[in-house]
């Protein structure tokens, strides 16, 4: 059974630093893409990050102050969030899916094609 726990958020300043952990159950990296999303109400949830066997992809909005990274002999699957701004006030989740030949974690980031998501966690940066 699959199982993704977030942690980790919360209010920091502009141009602060947090760290998102998403701990993770049933979940084989080797097999699996991980990402993190985020969604700020009235609007789509935003693929920002994926991992797989070591290949990451980043949305323009976070390229150069995110860092997407795992943790095998944790099970926990990382964001390291630098140089925050307002605008990445949201709610992040992490997600995954199995991987399934190579376009399955490659390409858009789009919410639709993850199976298994977390609850949650809530970043919010202040100006």
């Known amino acids: 059974q699959v199982q993704l726990v977030e942690s980790g958020g919360g209010s920091v300043q502009a141009g602060g630093s947090l760290r998102l952990s998403c701990a993770t159950s049933g979940v084989t990296y080797s097999r699996n893409c991980m990402a993190w999303f985020r969604q700020v109400p009235g609007k789509a949830r935003e693929g920002i990050a994926r991992?797989?066997?070591?290949?990451?992809y980043y949305a323009d909005s976070v390229k150069g102050r995110f860092t997407i990274y795992q943790d095998n002999a944790k099970n926990t699957l990382y964001l390291q969030m630098n140089s925050l701004k307002p605008e990445d006030t949201a709610m992040y989740y992490c997600a995954t899916r199995p991987f399934a030949g190579a376009q399955s974690c490659a390409g858009r980031l789009v919410s639709y094609e993850y199976d298994y998501w977390g609850q949650g966690t809530r970043v919010t940066v202040s100006s």
């Open positions: 991992i797989y066997t070591g290949g990451t």
